[in-house]
């Protein structure tokens, strides 16, 4: 199975998130919308982890979790990366406590390399993905002004999230499958 750890979103942020999406839903003609459990922040992409035990991974994480304290997060304006008139995938970048979470990642990508997942080559970009392959009616520097800035509520991180991703006729969906608080998680 395919896994990955990352940061689940309270249901609050989520909610603010769909409504983005909802506002922007408007200005396109065809494209993919994330759905409520595709809303996440990846940190570690591990790839296939076998269906083994799971014991390895989730006593390093429990141990890294333990030692990082609880930070503050919250959602930015929109990255995009565009593939010739098609808008590939449209992001909302993180502002906050960038520099503890950027730590944890750097701590994650270590703490799994010793089990056999290699750190990753490519730097670490921040973002949650809204939707894919989007075609908008008009430019999207128009829609952006047309929907207002970004504005959501901080966010609390308290856990790290071991996520698996599963493919069902045809859509990909991500399921928790454990979960390790911060030192000051609940």
């Known amino acids: 199975m395919r896994a990955f750890i990352g940061i689940d979103f309270n249901d609050e942020i989520k909610k603010e998130i769909l409504a983005i999406q909802d506002k922007l839903k408007p200005h396109t003609e065809s494209g993919r919308w994330k759905s409520w459990d595709d809303l996440h922040l990846t940190l570690k992409f591990m790839g296939e982890i076998g269906t083994g035990p799971l ?10 979790a333990n030692q990082v304290p609880a930070f503050s997060l919250s959602l930015a304006d929109f990255w995009t990366y565009d593939d010739r008139d098609l808008m590939r995938f449209l992001w909302l970048g993180l ?3 960038l ?3 950027r730590n944890l990642q750097a701590m994650v990508d270590r703490a799994l390399e010793p089990l056999g997942y290699a750190a990753e080559k490519r ?15 008009t430019d999207f520097d128009q829609v952006k002004a047309a929907i207002g800035p970004v504005q959501l509520k901080d966010m609390i991180v308290h856990w790290l999230v071991l996520f698996v991703s599963e493919e069902t006729e045809g859509r990909r969906s991500y399921r928790k499958i454990a ?7 609940h």
Request: aromatic share 8%; proline share 8%.
């Open 55 to 64: 014991e390895p991974i989730n006593d390093v994480m429990k141990a890294l």
């Open 95 to 97: 502002a906050g406590d």
């Open 99 to 101: 520099d503890a979470l």
């Open 123 to 137: 730097g670490f970009a921040p973002h949650v993905t809204l939707g894919q392959d989007l075609v908008f009616k």
């Open 179 to 185: 979960e390790y608080p911060l030192a000051s998680g």
